[in-house]
Nanobody, 123 residues
Framework: QVQLVESGGGLVQAGGSLRLSCATS????????MGWFRQAPGKEREFVAV????????YYADSVKGRFTISRDNAKNTVYLQMNSLKPGDTAIYYC????????????????WGQGTQVTVSA
């Protein structure tokens, strides 16, 4: 059974940091790009960041560029999202997903999803 399990979410004050992890099991995603999305209440799920299978390329949404860093450890089958300088607008459920193309940014380009982890940033 393929599983992507996010962890590391929580409540943090504005300006603080969190590190999300996404552990995969059931199959290897070492050849897949891996991405992070988020969904705030009443809003569509939006792209946050993606990393290529080799870690050679990354891409970020403008709203998080310079504050968030995506990385991966293929030996541990884990993807990370380091989030610094958090803002109340970053409050959302964060999802990791496995992509089907080189550096996907659209939801339709991802075929495996985790259940999400809640991030809440207080003012």
């Amino acid at each position: 059974q393929v599983q992507l399990v996010e962890s590391g979410g929580g409540l943090v004050q504005a300006g603080g940091s969190l590190r999300l992890s996404c552990a995969t099991s059931g199959r290897t995603f070492r050849s897949n790009a891996m991405g992070w999305f988020r969904q705030a209440p009443g809003k569509e799920r939006e792209f946050v960041a993606v990393i290529s299978w080799s870690s050679s390329s990354t891409y970020y949404a403008d709203s998080v560029k310079g504050r968030f860093t995506i990385s991966r450890d293929n030996a541990k089958n884990t993807v990370y999202l380091q989030m610094n300088s958090l803002k109340p607008g970053d409050t959302a459920i964060y999802y990791c997903a496995a992509g089907t193309s080189l550096l996907p940014r659209l939801r339709a380009e991802y075929n495996y999803w985790g259940q999400g982890t809640q991030v809440t940033v207080s003012a």
